[in-house]
């Protein structure tokens, strides 16, 4: 339980961080989402609090299953693990420059996206970025903060369960505790 939740309160933390810093922004004051209407899903996620979500809590993912996966007593650590370290690396590549970069990969997301680079639905229509400035570009030093913010968080996650979950004090603790039990 220490574990999850440990990881839970802290991708939370982080997550609330990330909002935080949003609404910390000068350019970001006169682009909040103010719509009380949520019946159409394209309106409602062309908005910076959309994206900000999107990008901290999907990188969430895999700095969680790094964490995750350390090993301990009865299986490998994830270093061992080549197909997860190339999956884990890919997947930080494309979500860190679909972070930074405004392009036609980051448009898959409507993410860092104008109406020029949208691309094409499902349905083979491009529906255009729906809010008032027809974008949703961060300024490149917010989008910096925000990568900055997701290798903060897995090196949080990671620690957690490495130096606390699975460290010296804890594996101590309970070598104590199952010695004393035995003897008792």
């Not at 997301?109 to 255009?128: E, G, H, Y």
């Amino acid at each position: 339980m220490t574990s999850v939740l440990g990881v839970l309160l802290l991708n939370f933390i982080f997550t609330c961080i990330s909002l935080g810093l949003l609404t910390s922004q000068d350019w970001y004051q006169c682009r909040k989402w103010g719509s009380t209407d949520i019946s159409n899903i394209t309106l409602i996620g062309d908005n910076y609090e959309a994206s900000v979500l999107f990008i901290v809590t999907g990188y969430q993912y895999i700095s969680s299953a790094i964490a995750f996966n350390f090993g301990y007593t009865f299986r490998s650590s994830w270093w061992k693990n080549y197909a997860f370290v190339v999956l884990s690396l890919c997947f930080t590549i494309v979500h860190f420059i679909a972070t930074l970069e405004p392009s036609k990969l980051s448009c898959v997301w409507r993410l860092n996206c104008t109406n020029d680079n949208v691309v094409r639905a499902v349905t083979d229509v491009a529906i255009p970025i729906n809010n008032a400035f027809n974008t949703t570009i961060m300024p490149l030093s917010f989008r910096v903060k925000l990568v900055v913010l997701m290798i903060f968080n897995t090196i949080a996650t990671s620690s957690w369960e490495f130096f606390i979950v699975n460290g010296t004090f804890v594996k101590k603790y309970l070598w104590d505790r199952r010695n004393g039990e035995a003897s008792a």
